[in-house]
Nanobody, 125 residues
Framework: QVQLVESGGGLVQHGGSLRLSCAAS????????MGWYRQAPGKQRELVAA???????NYADSVKGRFTISRDNAKNTVYLKMNSLKPEDTAVYYC???????????????????WGQGTQVTVSS
């Protein structure tokens, strides 16, 4: 089992920045990809960014150039740095981890085996 704990969400003004963290524990050696998803009220959960154990990354078009996903293997933590935030970025942000041996890239939601509890990000206009 893998446990994921997100932190770093909050209220920020339009144009501001936040950094989300996702700390992994448990069978972390089995993780081969991690991702950040978000879900706004009344909308489907959508991919924000993903990163492999080797460091390859993928971003949603809506966040390219503004968000950066990174990982610190020593701390077993994945980060999402969010700059130039917009009101439409308001959502609950979830961290996810994939540990199955075979999958696609970027992984669709159903390929992630573990999910965090989510952290709220609110961007005021």
């Amino acid at each position: 089992q893998v446990q994921l704990v997100e932190s770093g969400g909050g209220l920020v003004q339009h144009g501001g920045s936040l950094r989300l963290s996702c700390a992994a524990s448990g069978r972390i050696f089995s993780i081969n990809a991690m991702g950040w998803y978000r879900q706004a009220p009344g909308k489907q959960r959508e991919l924000v960014a993903a990163i492999t154990s080797g460091g390859s990354t993928n971003y949603a078009d809506s966040v390219k150039g503004r968000f950066t996903i990174s990982r610190d293997n020593a701390k077993n933590t994945v980060y999402l740095k969010m700059n130039s935030l917009k009101p439409e970025d308001t959502a609950v942000y979830y961290c996810a981890a994939r540990s199955r041996l075979f999958g696609t890239w970027p992984p669709p939601p159903y390929e992630y085996d573990y999910w965090g509890q989510g952290t709220q990000v609110t961007v005021s206009s």
